[in-house]
């Protein structure tokens, strides 16, 4: 059974940082793309930042670029998302995905992820 538990979410000031985990069992993910989307409420999920198995390339959201690091530890089958400068716009539920047949290459929709977890909450007050 392949599961991805995310953690790291919670309620923070505007300028605050949060780092968000999301660990990876039931096989290794090392050779997998990943990714993180987030879904505020009555919006439409959005990819926020991915990564290649190697971490050789990655992609931010515009949103985010300069505030937002994606980052892998393969060793431990956990990748992060280091989150700061954040804004009240950042706000919504963030989903940890991942994708094992095209390994070198990054997703921009959701539909191309397989693997997915339950997601965490990010609150950003101003």
């Known amino acids: 059974q392949v599961q991805l538990v995310e953690s790291g979410g919670g309620l923070v000031q505007a300028g605050g940082s949060l780092r968000l985990s999301c660990a990876a069992s039931?096989?290794?993910?090392?050779?997998?793309?990943m990714a993180w989307f987030r879904q505020a409420p009555g919006k439409a999920r959005e990819l926020v930042a991915a990564?290649?198995?190697?971490?050789?390339?990655?992609y931010y959201a515009n949103a985010v670029k300069s505030r937002f690091t994606i980052s892998r530890d393969n060793a431990k089958n956990t990748k992060y998302l280091q989150m700061n400068s954040l804004k009240p716009e950042d706000t919504a539920v963030y989903y940890c995905?991942?994708?094992?047949?095209?390994?070198?290459?990054?997703?921009?929709?959701?539909?191309?992820?397989?693997?997915w977890g339950q997601g965490t909450q990010v609150t950003v007050s101003s």
């Open positions: 995905a991942a994708e094992p047949r095209t390994p070198d290459a990054i997703g921009m929709v959701s539909p191309y992820y397989i693997y």
């Open positions: 039931g096989r290794t993910f090392s050779n997998y793309a």
């Open positions: 990564i290649t198995w190697n971490g050789g390339n990655t």
